[in-house]
């Protein structure tokens, strides 16, 4: 018999994996830390053994600059990471046009935000 499960970090409810296995080779191999089915973790994490859905971003967006960011976040433009430092950033691009700024949070969902550099 077969069962899908998603594998989770005990600690902190991140999920890691999804996969379709044998019942008792999904108890042995991952020390009971899984939860029946599958999940999407971009959406859900784990409480208490419960999948959750993950509360949303509170991080706002005026201009160029950014509000409420949960720490730690991690800000991502383009395909460079820098580490929040401040719950309030103001971002400075090197040249105008538009810029995709994606929020990295846990447990709270990412959220993104096209900002104009005039």
């Known amino acids: ?4 499960l998603t594998t989770y970090d005990y600690d902190t409810g991140r999920m890691i ?5 044998s019942r008792a080779t999904s108890e042995v191999a991952n020390n009971g830390v899984y939860v ?3 999940y999407d973790p971009r959406l859900y994490y784990v409480v208490s053994g419960v999948p959750t859905l993950r509360p949303p971003n509170p991080t706002t967006a005026v201009g160029t600059t950014l509000y409420n960011i949960p720490l730690p976040s ?9 580490e929040a430092t401040d719950s309030t950033m103001e ?3 090197p040249l105008p046009g538009s810029y995709v ?9 990412d959220i993104e935000f096209t900002m104009e550099q005039p």
């Open 17 to 21: 994996s999804q996969k379709i296995v």
């Open 91 to 93: 971002l400075v691009f």
């Open 36 to 38: 029946d089915g599958l």
């Open 74 to 82: 991690t800000i991502k433009i383009g395909e460079t990471l820098y």
């Open 101 to 109: 700024v994606t929020v990295r949070s846990f447990p709270p969902v």
């Open 1 to 4: 018999m077969t069962v899908q």
